[in-house]
């Protein structure tokens, strides 16, 4: 039995479906199928009954699921005490992954603060896509991870809410349709587009809009640099497709939103089954003290 087998049998056992835990851990189907089936032939006896709708687990496989999950959470708490042990100072470290569309405003909401408050951590911040923040929690290159991601998640990961943005359309202020409150996808599906070379959440979504129209979306630019996005928007060469607070903070663009998308919740997730430091603890009460600062503030700006 290997780590890796424990890990795929405790999140079929989670999910109920190998495609969806497959999903979840950013594997193959097939890679889960064979390592639960030798899992399987391991014991001597099935751990799931498998069905269209998905599987459940067998008596044997029950006892096997409460078996491990002390034993993970024995394996993890045993590996972080022997991190603590190779450096005394390790505790004063932390580890924050941040994706391209929310690190601005991260940074500005939580980060920026917290580095003034607690001067003597050593904070490593790490930019990632949305589609590998749970992959980073999972294989613990991470503490804690910033992402827009809508996905349902298990109660395995603690979550907090920290800000809401928008997906807009950025064109030049000389544009035509600089003067339009909201956009359509039938607006957008001929114009030549510059997204960021990075998976966004509303990327299937707007595939799915294009694709109802019978096109494919016109991205003729995908790059990491801003700047080079923010030049030939300004410039009427392309249409930009971002979050709100990078447009708005570009003077010859007008951004505007989109018809179709829904706004994005941008979350600290954290994985409650690993033995955090003193400073992870210190970290989470900051964010949630932001929080409810700006919660009521709002409320006190509504009366």
Known sequence: MTFKQVEYFLRVFACRNIAAAAE??????????????????????????????GVEPTEAGK????????????????????????????????YICVTPTNGMQVTRILLDGFCRDFPKVRLHVTEIAANQTLDALLN?????????????????????NIFQSRLMVGVSSKHPLSNRRIL?????????LGTLATPMPIEDA???????????????????????????????????ILPDDILRSWK???????????????????????????????????????????????????Y
């Open 24 to 53: 979840e851990l950013f594997v193959s189907r097939p890679v889960i199928s064979k390592a639960i089936l030798t899992l399987e032939e391991e014991v001597g006896t099935p751990l799931f009954q498998r069905s269209k709708e």
């Open 63 to 94: 006892v096997l699921y409460h078996t491990l999950q002390e034993f993970e959470s024995g394996y993890i708490n045993a590996l972080e005490k022997i991190r603590c042990l190779n450096d005394e100072n390790s505790g004063q470290d932390l």
């Open 140 to 160: 613990r290159k991470a503490d804690a991870v910033f992402s827009p991601s809508r996905e349902e998640l298990s109660g395995r990961f603690g979550t907090l």
């Open 184 to 192: 359509t996808i039938g607006d957008i599906l001929n114009l030549p």
């Open 206 to 240: 707007f595939s799915e809009c294009c694709k109802a129209m019978g096109k494919s979306p016109n991205i003729v630019i995908q790059t990491s640099q801003t700047e080079m996005l923010r030049i030939m928007t300004e410039g009427g060469h392309i249409a930009s």
């Open 252 to 302: 010859g663009t007008t951004a505007i939103p989109l018809d179709f998308l829904p706004l994005n919740t941008h979350r600290l997730i954290w994985d409650n089954t690993k033995r955090h430091n003193t400073v992870f603890s210190d970290f989470i009460r900051y964010a949630q003290s932001r929080i409810r600062i700006a919660a009521n503030a709002v409320s006190e700006t509504a």
